[in-house]
């Protein structure tokens, strides 16, 4: 823009110079030089006229040359302008055009970078729902099994009388039932602190942790696992695998397994969570792997303590569980704790 106002005004001042100079020669043409020659004619007045007219004609004709070499300079400088004006003007245009297309490529490369990104997203969405459905698939799976196994429990009372009408023989989850009767006998064994008292099988009080966790598995062995152990050891290790998917699975993130262990604790019974209670604390059977899963995901949280006697028994499982290392299984529990 700048060059274009510098050619518009500097045109009109050569083309005035130009003029001035051509009229400048024209005013002051050159005299001829005459020397004096004696054998030279002497002209007369009328050839002298004819003489003055005649220089006069080459004087226009020279003023009219120097008018036409100043317009030929003037339009070969503007010619020369004009091709750089041209010039510029296609050397900005053509930086503009880059520009532009540098600035569309930039803008293409954002648009498919963010259509990167939102199929990528939207990959991800599709495979996180695809591990979810194949999760969900197999947990539902594993729940259908363990409900089967839990439809198919069997417990018949031995008696020795052949056809024995007081023989109790339940199924299903009315097995439980039995093994609340069961463990309200080893409780009521366990809590009772007359050493005179004929259901009490100890010479003394139980008066610590520690031992009280020794005479429950002691009597747990010997009175309840005799008469369950066959029964309920499929269905123990069962639902032990199923929190322990829910556990390790990589199909689902961590935020998420307490949503679906709630789902699998929903499944049991009051009767179901007592029995899980005293699996848990048992070394070898349901302690340490499994207290680790309760302990992570609270299953006993809806259990219920009605009986007092239970609630020594919860207060020995809590103390267990809340001493469980992560590690090596060591349970925490000091030999001279008070059992309260």
Same mark, same amino acid.
């Given at each position: 823009?700048?060059?274009?106002?510098?050619?518009?005004?500097?045109?009109?001042?050569?083309?005035?110079?130009?003029?001035?100079?051509?009229?400048?020669?024209?005013?002051?043409?050159?005299?001829?030089?005459?020397?004096?020659?004696?054998?030279?004619?002497?002209?007369?007045?009328?050839?002298?006229?004819?003489?003055?007219?005649?220089?006069?004609?080459?004087?226009?004709?020279?003023?009219?040359?120097?008018?036409?070499?100043?317009?030929?300079?003037?339009?070969?400088?503007?010619?020369?302008?004009?091709?750089?004006?041209?010039?510029?003007?296609?050397?900005?245009?053509?930086?503009?055009?880059?520009?532009?297309?540098?600035?569309?490529?930039?803008?293409?490369?954002?648009?498919?970078?963010?259509?990167?990104?939102?199929?990528?997203?939207?990959?991800?969405?599709?495979?996180?729902?695809?591990?979810?459905?194949?999760?969900?698939?197999?947990?539902?799976?594993?729940?259908?099994?363990?409900?089967?196994?839990?439809?198919?429990?069997?417990?018949?009372?031995?008696?020795?009388?052949?056809?024995?009408?007081?023989?109790?023989?339940?199924?299903?989850?009315?097995?439980?039932? &039995?093994?609340?009767?069961?463990?309200?006998?080893?409780?009521?064994?366990?809590?009772?602190?007359?050493?005179?008292?004929?259901?009490?099988?100890?010479?003394?009080?139980?008066?610590?942790?520690?031992?009280?966790?020794?005479?429950?598995?002691?009597?747990?062995?010997?009175?309840?696992?005799?008469?369950?152990?066959?029964?309920?050891?499929?269905?123990?290790?069962?639902?032990?695998?199923?929190?322990?998917? &829910?556990?390790?699975?990589?199909?689902?993130?961590?935020?998420?397994?307490?949503?679906?262990?709630?789902?699998?604790?929903?499944?049991?019974?009051?009767?179901?969570?007592?029995? &899980?209670?005293?699996?848990?604390?048992?070394?070898?059977?349901?302690?340490?792997?499994?207290?680790?899963?309760?302990?992570?995901?609270?299953?006993?949280?809806?259990?219920?303590?009605?009986?007092?006697?239970?609630?020594?028994?919860?207060?020995?499982?809590?103390?267990?569980?809340?001493?469980?290392?992560?590690?090596?299984?060591?349970?925490?529990?000091?030999?001279?704790?008070?059992?309260?």
């Amino acid at each position: 823009m700048r060059l274009s106002q510098f050619v518009v005004c500097i045109l009109p001042l050569l083309l005035i110079y130009s003029i001035t100079r051509a009229q400048a020669s024209s005013q002051h043409p050159k005299k001829p030089t005459i020397e004096a020659d004696s054998s030279r004619p002497v002209h007369t007045s009328a050839e002298s006229a004819n003489t003055k007219s005649g220089t006069s004609d080459e004087a226009k004709s020279h003023t009219w040359m120097e008018i036409a070499n100043a317009l030929g300079s003037v339009a070969t400088a503007l010619g020369f302008l004009v091709v750089i004006i041209q010039f510029t003007y296609t050397r900005a245009k053509d930086k503009k055009d880059l520009i532009r297309a540098e600035e569309e490529k930039a803008m293409d490369l954002v648009g498919a970078q963010e259509e990167q990104v939102r199929m990528k997203r939207e990959f991800d969405l599709q495979l996180a729902q695809s591990h979810i459905q194949q999760f969900e698939y197999s947990l539902f799976s594993l729940l259908n099994l363990f409900n089967q196994t839990v439809l198919q429990l069997k417990f018949k009372e031995v008696s020795y009388r052949p056809n024995d009408p007081a023989a109790v023989e339940e199924h299903g989850r009315a097995v439980f039932n &039995i093994t609340k009767e069961f463990i309200e006998r080893i409780c009521e064994i366990e809590i009772s602190d007359d050493p005179n008292d004929p259901d009490n099988f100890f010479k003394h009080p139980v008066s610590s942790v520690a031992e009280a966790r020794d005479h429950m598995i002691e009597y747990y062995q010997r009175i309840y696992y005799q008469e369950f152990e066959e029964i309920l050891n499929h269905y123990f290790r069962s639902l032990y695998h199923i929190f322990k998917y &829910i556990d390790e699975s990589k199909l689902i993130l961590d935020e998420h397994r307490p949503y679906y262990a709630t789902i699998v604790r929903s499944q049991l019974s009051q009767n179901e969570l007592l029995a &899980i209670m005293f699996n848990l604390m048992i070394e070898g059977y349901g302690y340490p792997k499994f207290l680790r899963l309760d302990k992570k995901y609270n299953i006993l949280k809806n259990f219920r303590r009605d009986a007092p006697s239970l609630e020594h028994f919860y207060s020995l499982y809590t103390v267990i569980k809340d001493g469980i290392d992560n590690e090596d299984g060591d349970d925490g529990i000091n030999p001279k704790e008070p059992f309260q």
